[in-house]
C-alpha cells in the first residue's frame, strides 16, 4: 500500500465532521501531507489544463501500476490532488478505469461544496490520471 490513505479510512475521516467548513479545513491538512514536487519537475509540460490554479501531475509505473506526483500552488487544492492520489496512486489500468472521484466526493458529502471552478479542475486532474493509465 502506498502511504497515503485509504478511500475508506478517507470516507471515515470525512465522516467525523458534520458541516463544510470542518470539511474545508480537513481538506487543507491533507493538502500539508502532499509530498513535495521537486521545482524542476514543476515543467509546462506537467501542468494540468482545466485547473484555475496551477497543477502539476507527473506519472509512472512500477509493475503494471500507475504512480503518480501531483502538486498546485493553491492549498485546497494540493488537499483535493491529495484525496485523487489516494484514490488512484499505485493502483492498476483497470482499478483507475473504475474508480471515480465523483462518487467519492458524494459519500464524503463534499460534491456540492465545491465550487464548479473546483470541481472543473478536480475532472481535469482525474482525465488526465485515466489518460495515463491507458498508455
Not at 102 to 122: H, I, Q
Request: proline share 1%; aromatic share 8%; hydrophobic share 35%.
Amino acid at each position: 500500500m502506498s502511504t497515503f490513505e485509504t478511500q475508506e479510512q478517507l470516507l471515515e475521516n470525512f465522516e467525523l465532521f458534520d458541516d463544510w467548513e470542518d470539511k474545508y479545513s480537513y481538506i487543507i491538512d491533507l493538502g500539508k501531507k502532499l509530498p513535495a514536487m521537486e521545482d524542476a519537475l514543476k515543467t509546462d509540460g506537467a501542468l494540468v489544463k482545466g485547473c484555475t490554479s496551477k497543477v502539476w501531475l507527473i506519472h509512472t509505473t512500477q509493475d503494471e501500476n500507475h504512480h503518480f506526483i501531483a502538486d498546485s500552488d493553491a492549498h485546497i487544492v494540493k488537499g483535493i490532488l491529495y484525496i485523487l492520489l489516494c484514490l488512484f496512486n499505485g493502483k492498476s489500468s483497470s482499478d483507475i478505469q473504475n474508480t471515480s472521484a465523483s462518487d467519492f466526493l458524494e459519500k464524503a458529502g463534499m460534491e456540492e461544496a465545491l465550487s464548479p471552478n473546483r470541481r472543473n479542475g478536480l475532472t481535469a486532474v482525474e482525465e488526465k490520471i485515466k489518460a495515463y493509465s491507458k498508455l
